[in-house]
């Protein structure tokens, strides 16, 4: 029987933008859309650290502590995400809205997979490469991955629902957040960012992240060179398109 290699887009599943990216009449489209990307690269990154860490055992000491990085870097990028959205984006769209608490849910869900996360993080920080466990790597991520998917998938809905307020006020709001976003360590997030965004996804109708075409040069040549062993594990390159997991398997075609 034939046999096809497994990529990141699985076991958690990303999120779908087509029933309603295409829609530009409120900006609170644009910015559903623009957070479903973000999320997908946060998905994509967890299912390649979850696919490629049963892989590892066999691998040298130097391979291990670049998956280590590599989990880091997934746990400094999410963290760095949820607290620019808590004290910059979810204020602001509370706001605009006039409505207290109405991002309050989003909070709790952050709180609901934040012991599971914080485990992981943990174990990336403080495992040393002879001792790594690709097992409960992933015993770790099973531990808080369902919370963290819901989470991600219901605040696309928050976000769709912001279409009754002011359109330009939502937008600013986002941007503020995108550029906090941005205010980061390039050394160790951008190059995860960009390897885990897929340019051809859904049939490529999306730029995200949307750059001038030298930005993923300067990403690969200076930002990605201290922790270059650690972006092999990336599912994408740095110019956005798929590659097969270095460390991937492969299942029986059907």
């Known amino acids: 029987m ?116 914080d485990a992981f993080q943990e174990y990336a920080r403080a495992c040393k490469p002879q001792d790594f466990d690709g097992q409960k790597v992933k015993s770790l991520i099973d531990a808080f991955a369902k919370p963290l998917s819901q989470h991600l998938y219901d605040e696309i809905d928050t976000l769709r629902a912001l279409d009754k307020y002011d359109s330009a006020k939502v937008k600013g709001a986002y941007k503020k957040l995108e550029k906090a976003l941005m205010a980061t360590d390039n050394y160790r997030i951008a190059p995860l960012v960009f390897g885990t965004a897929d340019r051809n996804y859904e049939g490529g109708m999306h730029d995200f992240p949307s750059v001038p075409l030298f930005v993923p040069y300067i990403i690969h040549y200076i930002f990605g060179i201290p922790h270059r062993g650690a972006w092999r594990y990336n599912p ?19």
Request: a neutral charge; one cysteine or more; charged letters at 20%.
């Open 236 to 254: 994408c390159t740095i110019w956005r398109d798929r590659r097969e997991l270095a460390f991937g398997g492969s299942v029986a075609a059907s």
């Open 2 to 117: 034939a046999s096809k290699r497994i990529w990141a887009d699985k076991p958690l599943q990303l999120i779908t933008t087509t029933s309603f990216s295409h829609d530009s009449s409120h900006a609170a489209y644009y910015v559903a859309t623009q957070m479903a990307l973000a999320h997908n690269g946060i998905l994509r990154g967890l299912n390649s650290i979850y696919l490629q860490a049963p892989n590892i055992l066999l691998a040298d000491a130097k391979a291990k502590q670049d998956f280590l990085s590599y989990m880091q870097c997934w746990s400094e990028s999410m963290h760095h995400h949820h607290d620019c959205e808590e004290t910059i984006f979810f204020p602001d769209i509370e706001r605009i809205t006039g409505v207290k608490g109405l991002m309050q849910q989003n909070v709790e869900q952050h709180r609901a997979f934040t012991p599971g996360f």
